[in-house]
Each structure stands twice: as C-alpha cells, then as structure tokens.
C-alpha cells in the first residue's frame, strides 16, 4: 500500500492493519506463508471519498482483491462489475487488472461490507457485525443524493445497518430500490459472481439496469 493509498484509508474510516476478527486474522497470516506475493491485509476501498456512487460488495476473494489489494480486481466477479461501470462512465477502462494498472473510477467507489478474505468466502455474521464499523465511517461521509448498490443481501443488510436501519425494514431483492435519507437511494442487485453469472441467476442485461438506473438518478434524470 503506498502512503496515499494509506492515508485515503484512514480518512475514509479504514484501519489497514485490524486484525479484530481472530479466525480472519488467522487465515490472512496463513495466506502470507503460502502466497508470499499477495497482498493478504485487509482491502481498502477504492475510488474518490466524495463520489456519489457507492458500490458495497461481500468480502475480498482469495485470489482477486486479498491477492491484487484492490476491490473486485483479480478475480471472475470484477468481470462483470468494471465493465459495467465503464459502459455507465464510471471507470476510465472496461477491466481492472491490478493495484497499479492505472484505472480511474469517475464519481465513483468500490467497498465491501467485510473488508478481510474469509474461508470459503463465507463471513460469520459476528465478523460481518464487527467490521460494521468501518463502513458507517465510510457511509458517514456519503454525500446527498448520493446512490448505493448493493451487491448481494449481506451487502444490503450491512448498508442498512451501517446507517442505523433495521434491515428488515427493506426488503432485498434484484433491481428493488429503496428511499433512504438525505436523498440517498438504495439499489439492490444480485452479486456478480461467477456462480451467478453462470447459473444466469444475473445476466449481463440485469447488472446493466442497475446500473443504468444508477446513472439516471444521478444525473437527475430518474428522481
């Protein structure tokens, strides 16, 4: 992590060194014996503090974001996400290789409710709780008007508990949209990952509707 990546970190409410979650902490320290070349610490978010779309994914996978120390990058799931971010005018180029392969997101950044690599890519709900924390620090500083997408029901469910929400007042579903305040909105799509993608649970037309849909609110064509 370089010193400005750092200090985005910490601005942004992120602690790059928590080990607060002994069984993540524990499997990262394993990750580093067996991948020496991974970045295996704890993701940071990635794209402008002030950007007004915020997308909120489950966890760092082992092979992509825990490995290249970026968000959706490395990995089958980041696929679908950047391209689609680049066909809205979020991301300076349709695939995002590594930490250093210099794309840029637009009025945009990327996040996840566990900031860690889990085993199996499967959080415990008490790891889930625990590192709340770090985004309603995050979401704290969210502009007005500002559009969040969920990736997935964990990531709906930490959003809304991250801005103080009983998540059970807001249903998830694919392509619902949810009135939060200050004029923020809440849309939720199914994760992008490669299972599915390829169950066709997500098409490539469905991601691109939220989206789109995204696009439109804030550019105020949608409200």
Same mark, same amino acid.
Do not use: W
């Given at each position: 992590?370089?010193?400005?990546?750092? /200090?985005?970190?910490?601005?942004?409410?992120?602690?790059?060194?928590?080990?607060?979650?002994?069984?993540?902490?524990?499997?990262? @320290?394993?990750?580093?014996?067996?991948?020496?070349?991974?970045?295996?610490?704890?993701?940071?978010?990635?794209?402008? #503090?002030?950007?007004? #779309? *915020?997308?909120?994914?489950?966890?760092?996978?082992?092979?992509?974001?825990?490995?290249?120390?970026?968000?959706?990058?490395?990995?089958?799931?980041?696929?679908?996400?950047?391209?689609?971010?680049?066909?809205?005018?979020?991301?300076?180029?349709?695939?995002?290789?590594?930490?250093?392969?210099?794309?840029?997101?637009?009025?945009?950044?990327?996040?996840?409710?566990?900031?860690?690599?889990?085993?199996?890519?499967?959080?415990?709900? @008490?790891?889930?709780?625990?590192?709340?924390?770090?985004?309603?620090?995050?979401?704290?500083?969210?502009?007005?008007?500002?559009?969040?997408?969920?990736?997935?029901?964990?990531?709906?469910?930490? *959003? #809304?508990?991250?801005?103080?929400?009983?998540?059970?007042?807001?249903?998830?579903?694919?392509?619902?949209?949810?009135?939060?305040?200050?004029?923020?909105? /809440? /849309?939720?799509?199914?994760?992008?990952?490669?299972?599915?993608?390829?169950?066709?649970?997500?098409?490539?037309?469905?991601?691109?509707?939220?989206?789109?849909?995204?696009?439109?609110? #804030?550019?105020?064509?949608?409200?």
């Amino acid at each position: 992590m370089t010193a400005s990546t750092h /200090l985005r970190a910490v601005e942004s409410g992120f602690d790059p060194g928590c080990e607060a979650c002994p069984r993540l902490a524990g499997f990262l @320290s394993d990750i580093r014996q067996r991948f020496p070349g991974y970045f295996a610490r704890p993701v940071p978010p990635f794209g402008a #503090l002030d950007a007004r #779309l *915020i997308v909120v994914g489950l966890a760092p996978g082992l092979h992509g974001a825990n490995a290249t120390g970026r968000p959706f990058t490395g990995d089958h799931a980041g696929i679908l996400l950047y391209a689609t971010l680049h066909a809205h005018g979020f991301a300076s180029a349709p695939c995002s290789t590594a930490a250093d392969d210099g794309l840029r997101l637009f009025d945009c950044r990327i996040t996840n409710a566990v900031k860690c690599v889990p085993p199996a890519n499967k959080p415990e709900g @008490s790891e889930i709780r625990r590192c709340n924390r770090f985004l309603a620090r995050e979401l704290a500083g969210v502009p007005r008007g500002a559009v969040l997408v969920a990736l997935g029901a964990i990531a709906h469910d930490a *959003i #809304l508990r991250a801005l103080g929400t009983r998540p059970a007042s807001m249903a998830f579903g694919h392509g619902n949209e949810h009135a939060l305040a200050d004029e923020r909105i /809440l /849309l939720d799509s199914y994760h992008c990952s490669r299972y599915n993608t390829q169950t066709r649970r997500l098409t490539p037309a469905m991601f691109d509707a939220v989206f789109a849909r995204a696009r439109a609110l #804030l550019d105020g064509d949608g409200r």
